[in-house]
């Protein structure tokens, strides 16, 4: 039982598919944040399950660690092989295998991208609504139970999952789910391996639920004088029921930043972003109540659009929004938070935040998806500055702290990687326990993405 043994045997398995060329080592060793450089043994490229599960069988016998990776664009360290081993990029297995238009769902394999997944489904009226700033991968989504700007109407990866396909730390595969809306059947297994990050199992085939494309949409962006005033449109517009499509919030840092990035005109000051989704008169008469709101707070510049481009160049702006903050101190990588609170505890806790952040001496931009009481502080920090990367943590603590004191949660859609594991006792208690449990009856050598999620022993 060896490392040397079991990429012998991959590499006889897969030929040039297992790759140990220092360009996919160090792809593979990077992530989109601070966390350091860590690369794998090998990148194993499968293009089916069956490959899938005799990887999983080698490296089971040998004891070697395995880690997935969707496109590397999680936050928290997730996809990093902290351990080495093998990482199983599933960049090859990217296919739609089933369009059921009638049932209005898709089956997908994991490594197809969010993106590519929606041109494919253009022709046919519907389309996939979970949209992460990046264009992930939709097993790397799951993976993570990601969502995006369009959470508060269509849910987070939990909503649209309907079943699974997963290769188990043994070799085994199982289906969790089925197609139909509704089952009673069982231990949900789907909710399980939704959010587990690879450390129960590798995801290889996704049944995902579909949407209707809108008849009429419209997009609409308005400028406050103060983030209070900005964040109280947002919980007085959720409170009233007018049904949001997307209502993304950008502090006057990240108006600037989008000003530079993206050649925007927008007065350096807190924004709301809004899209609503409906018939032609539904959307207006939805454009107009959120109106009313925003005149009631104060609210200028309130302009809406139904043209496809405007409405594109806005949420293009929106989706590179972390690149365009990257780009207020050239050079920079950054700590990301990830907050998330009851909607009647987010006026305080932007308010906290921005109090707290005004104190340091590094910059952090706020934005967030603030429909679902949702926002991230982009923390930016000098590569290898120990002390701005300890002043980064600390700040990043007290959000923590500030989100579990007001009935929330430390991270509401990037996942725990090895970003947040020293928070899941104080979030969890006794139930952390049980996801250890859980863990080691799966995978009792603790092989897969191992120093994740769980403390191993
Ligand atoms: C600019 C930018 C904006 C972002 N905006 C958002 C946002 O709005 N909302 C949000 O939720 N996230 C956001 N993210 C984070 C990121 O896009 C998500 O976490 C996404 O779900 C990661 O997908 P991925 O394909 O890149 O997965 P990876 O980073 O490759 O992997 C993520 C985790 O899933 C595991 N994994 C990957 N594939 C599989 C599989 N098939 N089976 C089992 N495990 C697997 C990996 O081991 C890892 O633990 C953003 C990131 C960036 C860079």
Known sequence: MSKPDALTALGEMLGDRLSRSKSDLDLHGRNETYFPFLPPDAVAYPETTDEVAQIVRICAAHGVP???WGRGTSLEGHALALQGGVTIDFSRMNRVLKVNSEDMDVVVQPGLTRE???RELRATGLFFPVDPGANASLGGMASTRASGTTAVRYGTMRDNVLALEV???DGRVIRTGTRARKSSAGYDLTGLFVGSEGTLGLITELTLRLHGQPEAISAAVCAFDEIGAAVDTVIQTIQLGIPMARIEFVDAATAAAFNAYASADMPEKPHLMVEFHGSAAGVAEQAESFGEVVAENGGEGFKWSSRPEDR???WTMRHNAYYACLGLRPGATALVTDMCVPISRLAEAVEETRADIAQASIPGPILGHVGDGNFHAILLVEPDNAAELAEAKALAHRMVERA?????????????GMGKLDYMEEEHGAAWDVMGQIKRAL??????????MVRAN
Not at 404 to 416: A, D, P
Not at 443 to 452: A, E
């Open 312 to 314: 594109n160049a806005l």
């Open 404 to 416: 579990l004191r007001m009935g929330g949660t430390v991270t509401g859609e990037h996942g725990i």
């Open 66 to 68: 395995l880690t997935g």
């Open 116 to 118: 590519d997944l929606n």
């Open 167 to 169: 290769v188990l730390p």
């Open 443 to 452: 995978d009792p050598m603790t092989l897969m993405n191992p120093g994740k």
